[in-house]
């Protein structure tokens, strides 16, 4: 019996562990939060080329990545952010920037009238010659696949600040309170999803850390797994207490 409980709860821990580990390295909405992003050139269509800095220093920007070619999220992803953008605030522009280098200008155009934003000035479509280096900036790694001659790659959201600094990202179809929280970043309102680097706090369970762009274990996760620990030695020493006195 004894030997059955100890196996349950060791069972336990190790999950417990193991989920923490898959948490603390696959926080992708985490990394490069706080760092900037890089200042690429960008051919805007109906405006003169112009560098990124100069793009969110007038306003802060939501920026979408897409590729006209996408047979997949892309087209998804830009319809319901049109539809749940539509009430919010004016506080930012949106920017739409295609990630594949062969989508030119008109390409864009064509997709922004697809979507019926090509007179909307809250809204901006984009290319850039330097997408290698920006992608790297925001941790965005698409993968060419050939059989199917489509990128496979996340729908990614990403607000940043007027001083260029990443402040928050969503991946996936998001509406709503994620939105709500993505825009108040970008206008340097505090937001509870990203805590601010902080020393007295001691008993997290995952630290995160602004140069390395990751999260790391906290003190707060040995205190989860302290009581299991405790258990898993008290019913040791039960059990060998107990097998002492059977052999006395």
């Known amino acids: 019996m004894y030997k059955n409980?100890?196996?349950?709860?060791?069972?336990?821990?190790?999950?417990?562990?193991?989920?923490?580990?898959?948490?603390?390295?696959?926080?992708?909405?985490?990394?490069?939060?706080y760092e900037k992003i890089y200042d690429a050139p960008l051919n805007i269509v109906g405006e003169s080329s112009l560098q990124f800095h100069e793009l969110y220093s007038t306003n802060p920007l939501l920026l979408a990545l897409n590729f006209t070619r996408c047979s997949g999220v892309c087209n998804p992803f830009l319809l319901q952010l049109k539809e749940s953008l539509e009430l919010k605030d004016n506080s930012y522009n949106v920017l739409v920037l295609s990630f594949d280098s062969r989508?030119?200008?008109?390409?864009?155009?064509?997709?922004?009238?697809?979507?019926?934003?090509d007179n909307n000035s809250q809204w901006k479509f984009a290319t850039t010659s330097k997408i290698e280096e920006l992608n790297q900036s925001i941790s965005f790694f698409p993968v060419w696949d050939s059989t199917k001659s489509q990128f496979d790659h996340d729908a990614l959201l990403v607000?940043?600040?007027?001083?260029?600094?990443?402040?928050?990202?969503?991946?996936g179809i998001r509406q709503g309170h994620d939105l709500d929280l993505?825009?108040?970043?970008?206008?340097?309102?505090?937001?509870?999803?990203?805590?601010?680097p902080n020393k007295n706090a001691l008993f997290s369970c995952f630290n995160y850390?602004?140069?390395?762009g990751k999260n790391k274990p906290g003190l707060g996760l040995l205190f989860i797994a302290l009581p299991a620990l405790i258990t898993i030695?008290?019913?040791?020493?039960?059990?060998?207490?107990?097998?002492?006195?059977?052999?006395?």
């Open 5 to 33: 409980y100890i196996f349950s709860v060791v069972a336990f821990c190790l999950i417990t562990i193991a989920n923490g580990q898959t948490v603390s390295t696959d926080l992708k909405e985490e990394e490069n939060i």
């Open 103 to 117: 989508d030119d200008l008109k390409d864009m155009k064509r997709l922004a009238e697809s979507l019926q934003l």
């Open 159 to 171: 607000g940043i600040n007027n001083e260029g600094y990443i402040t928050k990202k969503l991946i």
């Open 182 to 196: 993505l825009i108040a970043s970008v206008n340097n309102i505090f937001s509870p999803t990203y805590r601010l």
């Open 209 to 212: 850390d602004p140069t390395t």
């Open 233 to 248: 030695l008290i019913l040791i020493i039960i059990s060998l207490f107990t097998k002492r006195n059977k052999l006395e």
